[in-house]
């Protein structure tokens, strides 16, 4: 805004927080905001959607981003858990004000309200297909709902505690989901049934994710046969990230764990960069990075704030982070 003013501040770790401010002088002829920094901070490149401020005393600069599109009706209050289909077109998301609802991705438009969970949805995702979505929630039902007319097709039943998230594998004939409860199970959706307990880990699992292993990297082998109801299970790896400061590796075929990372608080999230590294966030603020053919020590651990990382993106050739306040 013209005349606009903005708060900052610089933490790093071990060191006092540095505080500052940004003052807009008005719009230059280009129509690009005037922007000045107080002391300790310096302004970079400025346009109409983004604003480079550096910190020269901590070597550190970030850029700030204008929203590409806001959407301020879908929900009353804080947003917990979205995903978009595969094609774009649509949106889902769940909401501590007690809904999960679809929406157009061009425009916010509401267009269905999925009801039927008890107490709050804690994680949504689509199948491939864009036109079902997958929901865990508090009342430790695992539901799968059509995006043309908000029916529920399928409920599960199996775990004890709150769903807290899932994983799709391949196409859809088989997910994952992850609970309160400490166990990881896979369930089939054709029949409606649970598959197996994946992992018991008798702490609660706070996030789950599903990536194909690299070729060396031993999954172990099945104690029995795997049903033929399994779809997709061969070759995968399945992290789960643990409230008890643990990332835990599972051959989701054999069910066998293939390796048990500690760290330095509870882990809230983790995702693949590819068949061999892999990122995991905790609850003081750490992002770790390893191989998942050597987790005896991080290949690198990232640390910008204590504030905990709730969630993990690989995006091109690196990633997105979300952090609490």
């Not at 071990?14 to 940004?22: A, F, H, N, Q, R």
């Not at 004000?97 to 509401?110: F, L, R, S, Y």
């Not at 992850?178 to 990881?184: E, F, P, Q, V």
């Not at 699992?205 to 046969?225: F, I, K, M, W, Y």
Request: hydrophobic share 35%.
């Amino acid at each position: 805004r013209d005349e606009g003013e903005a708060w900052l501040s610089c933490r790093s770790p071990g060191k006092p927080t540095l505080y500052g401010s940004l003052r807009s002088r008005g719009l230059g002829a280009d129509g690009i905001p005037d922007i000045a920094a107080s002391e300790g901070f310096v302004v970079g490149e400025v346009t109409k959607k983004s604003i480079l401020i550096s910190c020269p005393h901590e070597n550190v600069s970030t850029k700030f981003l204008a929203p590409y599109t806001t959407f301020c009706r879908i929900h009353q209050k804080s947003v917990t858990c979205l995903d978009i289909s595969s094609g774009g077109g649509l949106g889902v998301s769940t909401s501590t004000d007690g809904t999960m609802k679809i929406w157009q991705a061009a425009n916010g438009e509401v267009r269905r309200l999925l009801e039927g969970h008890v107490y709050d949805v804690n994680c949504c995702r689509f199948f491939p297909s864009g036109l079902v979505v997958l929901s865990g929630g508090m009342d430790a039902q695992l539901k799968i709902w059509s995006a043309e007319d908000a029916s529920c097709v399928v409920t599960f039943k199996g775990h004890k505690r709150g769903i807290l998230d899932t994983a799709i594998v391949d196409r859809g004939r088989n997910v994952l989901s992850c609970s309160r409860d400490g166990t990881a199970r896979l369930w089939d959706c054709g029949k409606a049934s649970c598959l197996g307990v994946v992992a018991d880990c008798g702490a609660p699992l706070n996030g789950v994710t599903l990536g194909t292993a690299d070729s060396c990297l031993r999954l172990g082998s099945p104690q029995e046969a795997p049903s033929e109801r399994e779809v997709g299970t061969e070759g995968k790896l399945l992290l789960l990230a643990r409230e008890d400061k643990k990332l835990q590796g599972v051959g989701l075929q054999s069910r066998q764990q293939v390796f048990l990372f500690m760290g330095s608080d509870a882990f809230n999230c983790c995702t693949f960069l590819s068949s061999t590294y892999i990122l995991a966030g905790t609850q003081d603020g750490n992002i770790y990075q390893l191989d998942v053919r050597n987790t005896n020590a991080p290949i690198q651990v990232i640390h910008r704030s204590g504030a905990p990382v709730l969630s993990l993106l690989p995006y091109r050739d690196g990633f997105v982070a979300s952090q609490g306040k």
